[in-house]
């Protein structure tokens, strides 16, 4: 069954609804009315439809057209040899439906219906279109998988719902509880795609906005509330970028040598306040001002002393080896702006600016714990089936990098109530909570159950490896990432998903961790359908260029291979592996 060959690659199988009818009933015109309405309700809507002929897409008038004309997104042609889509070939042993269905299944989208394969295993479920005036008889009750008839004239003693053919949106209603019956994303629906899932986390978060006064030794890592303005110029003033000897350009020959007499000397910090006359020069240091009637420096390596005597070689240019004042940045200029993030650079950037103090968005708040009976903390006493909690203190450590200001709550029970009076007073103060474990499809994973209850659960499967069970829901103002149990996986989902929002949140608006393309040198097996994400580490090969290898087994509870590894090697959910000496795409790890 194509259900079963798809769940062994871990692509998921969106609902499917075959749609049985005779010819001349008027299937394409009820189809052509009801998909208008699915789409909506918010659905996408793809159609396979069968036929035994030679077809040309998208002509004006045939089915095809109409269905794709309605909203139909895609529309797929079935047929013995071929189908509508690019380049696919069908030969005599290939089913051209469970070829279809397979490209949609990558594609995911809301609700499949299919015209024709009458007899085809694969549809579980399908809506018979009957018109009495045809004169065809009903496939239903001899076809089991009938589970409603559109039809203009009531079947005699029908126990199954009949619907008014002429009547699209009593169809659609059908369609859609139909579906929800069948399927509910939030707990047996198709994989998020990674993408999607980023990007509605990013649309629901709200930037911190107050700010608090830092000395400038404590704002590193911190985000500016504001444009940081020089209240100088820097440099203050002109200055000499060598050691060397300063002086006035026109001084010089014609040639651009000359021969000067040394009046002073200038350092940094102690400037020379005399006056250089014609053809004098004044000894200089790198940093030192410049004397106020010289306009070039010329370095030492190109002089010759003789006593006091310096003698130029040709070559010097006007206003050679000077810094201007103001050159770095211009009093009252922004040097660093309100959401970047303040490096050691950054600091350094303030400190010459003479800026003793600085204004800083304040740190997001999260609240974090791990849950399970199972879990010890670090240095506690432990008994066989228990486990030291990993997680907490990893994802400590990201949260840390991140500049985030955390709450250890430690580790809670399987219980609750317990965690129902963790997750209420952590949402009142905190602005992001952060929990491992209890969110995939066992009793006692109990984060997804009790946030349902409190507030809002958005989705919890995600087509990634590692980390395909994973939370995201609010509870009233905070944001709650319930990532898995495994700790590879913590971290994995941890760094797609709640990083960027973490970020976004903490004032940076437009923060992606950086990506790089270099060769693999592993083969790394992979089905499609998930992304994937690799533990991997950098090294040269032997002309210098950056390549990446795996570290070794990539098991989701293996925390050393993300002890051992610099990076991610990731991979795309249509992926079907890596062979060594493929380009990839690299994520280094520690990116902030």
Known sequence: MIAGALAMLNIPLPPLLGIAAQSGVGKTSLLAGVIPLLKAEGLRVAVVKHTHHDFELDQPGKDSHRLRQAGAEPVILAGDSRLSTPDVAVSEEDDPLRIALTQLALDAPDLILVEGFRDHPDIAARLEVHRAAAGKALRYPNDPSIIAIAADREPDGAP???????????????????????????????LL?????RDHILELVRPVTRAESLPLCEALGRVLADDARSPIDVPTADNSAMDGFAFRFDDLNPDGGGVLQEVGTAVAGHP????????????????????????????????????????????????????RAGEDIAQGAAALHQGERIGPAGLGVLASMGLARISVLRRVRVALFSTGDELRSAGQPIEPGLIYDSNRYALMGLLQQLGAEVGDLGILPDDEETLRLALRGASENADVIITSGGVSIGDM???????????????WK?????????????LGDALLFGLPGNPVAAMVTFLQLARPALMRMAGVPNWRAPRYRMRCLSDIAKKPGRAEFIRGYYQRDAIGNLTVSKTGPQGSGLLTSMARADCLITLPRASAGVRAGDWVEVEPLGAT
Not at 193 to 197: C, H, M
Not at 445 to 459: A, C, H
């Open 445 to 459: 994973d109990l984060v997804k159950t009790v946030l349902k209850e409190l507030g809002q659960l958005d989705f």
């Open 193 to 197: 795609d990674l993408d999607a899932a």
């Open 272 to 323: 020379f306040t005399g006056t250089t006359p014609a053809g004098g020069c004044v000894r200089i240091m790198t940093g030192a001002a410049m004397p106020a009637d010289c306009d070039s420096v010329v370095p030492v390596e190109n002089t010759r002393r003789d006593g006091m005597t310096i003698h130029i070689q040709p070559g010097p240019r006007r206003g050679g080896h000077v810094r």
């Open 462 to 474: 995600l087509a990634i490896k590692p980390g395909k069970p994973l939370a995201f829901g609010r």
């Open 160 to 190: 199954i719902p009949v619907l008014e053919l002429n009547d699209p949106a009593a169809v659609a209603g059908f369609i859609l509880e139909w579906r929800s019956a069948q399927w509910s994303f939030q707990d047996d629906g198709p």
